[in-house]
């Protein structure tokens, strides 16, 4: 029997609540639930309590790196480093840089000649980035010890958000499904804008490329993209909007039928943002910090706003994604994509994108918001 499941949902679906379910499900037995961020353990958290008015014993709620630290690096510290591990240290790109070269390329400190300036810093905090390769070659050195110890812990292990996995943690996985312990995992690869690490391992896989790992014919999982594949937040128009980003993956329907005085999707002319903003209140979604936006106002990065729900949003587009909405078969990255379909399906009414005064692209789907509707 196959106890390795994951579940591809869509925006709005329902993902997180059917992984609660699933965990408050398992009576008597120990389950760990664990996603990456910090922002989305706590929504765990929050919708546990909701359903369940407690957080059971049996029911463990940590962060992915938390889970790798408590379970593959302290049990195991004196397996492949004598020296105590003071902790984790977040980086955002590759760790261990040794120097450059006269091309001002980096170059990085080997992990089999130069161990410790591969896997710490001088401080000795491992680097998040190694987290897992660390986990990983611990659990060779040991015959399987590391996985056996976990399984042996847990009998079910909630992952939420895989998509964000990435590098030694898809290795990590592979090991995990053939453990005794009962794996499920959540995820909607449309939603890649975070990863765990930016390690070269595994790159094909990163964010929305994640669904190529699971073809791999050797992952012992079973694959359920049809269950949670209505988008109960967002009205059609929104939906149909989403879908176009990803044409290769499953469609979304809508769940959403209300009605209010302003549904769709708009073009809102800078000369008119002030007065979308009094009228309707929506989110400002944008790329980054560097975006100048109304500081009276709500707002968010693209990234930020994942796992959330508003009324109506409000889209500060790059250049890039304002060219895909004029021009669908326009060259959108993966990475934008995501932020793109992230920022859309935050709205269950209304989107709106801020375009040029004297903008006059006709889209379909989408109009133009008149002062006249005030």
């Not at 449309?190 to 390690?199: D, L, M, P, V």
């Not at 309707?280 to 709500?298: A, F, G, H, I, M």
């Not at 078969?329 to 793109?340: F, G, I, R, V, Y």
């Amino acid at each position: 029997m196959n106890n390795n499941n994951l579940i591809i949902a869509a925006a709005g679906s329902g993902k997180t609540t059917r992984l609660v379910n699933e965990a408050l499900n398992v009576e008597n037995k120990k389950v760990l639930i664990t996603t990456y961020t910090q922002a989305n353990e706590a929504e765990i958290k929050k919708k546990i309590i909701e359903i369940n008015k407690c957080i059971p014993e049996n029911v463990t709620v940590q962060t992915w790196f938390s889970f790798l630290l408590k379970h593959g690096v302290r049990p195991f510290q004196g397996v492949l480093f004598e020296k105590k591990i003071k902790g984790l240290i977040l980086v955002n790109s590759q760790s261990g840089i040794k120097g450059y070269t006269k091309n001002k390329q980096p170059i990085y400190f080997g992990e089999e000649k130069e161990f410790e300036k591969h896997y710490f810093s001088n401080q000795l905090k491992i680097y998040s980035d190694k987290l897992s390769k660390f986990v990983f070659r611990c659990n060779e050195k040991t015959n399987g010890n590391v996985i056996d110890r976990i399984s042996r812990i847990y009998s079910h292990i909630f992952i939420d958000e895989v998509q964000d996995l990435a590098g030694y943690d898809l290795e990590l996985l592979k090991l995990l499904f053939n453990c005794s312990s009962s794996i499920l995992l959540v995820g909607d690869p449309r939603q890649g804008t975070y990863s765990t690490n930016s390690a070269p391992k595994n790159k094909q896989y990163k964010k929305s490329q994640i669904v190529h790992f699971f073809e791999d014919k050797t992952i012992n999982i079973s694959k359920d993209d049809t269950t949670l594949i209505v988008n109960y937040r967002c009205i059609k128009p929104i939906c149909e909007l989403s879908n176009k980003l990803f044409p290769t993956m499953r469609q979304t329907t809508s769940g959403n039928n209300n009605i209010t005085d302003h549904n769709g999707i708009f073009f809102v002319k800078k000369q008119d943002v002030e007065k979308y903003l009094q009228q309707y209140q929506p989110l400002q979604l944008r790329d980054s910090k560097r975006t100048n936006v109304n500081e009276n106002y709500r707002v968010m990065n693209f990234g930020e706003s994942k796992g959330l729900s508003f009324d109506r949003v409000l889209i500060y587009p790059t250049e890039p994604i304002l060219k895909w909405l004029k021009n669908n078969q326009s060259e959108l990255k993966d990475t934008s994509c995501s932020k793109l379909y992230v920022a859309i399906t935050r709205a269950k009414y209304s989107v709106g994108i801020i375009v040029e005064n004297g903008e006059q692209s006709v889209i379909d789907g989408i109009s133009y918001f008149h002062c006249a509707e005030l």
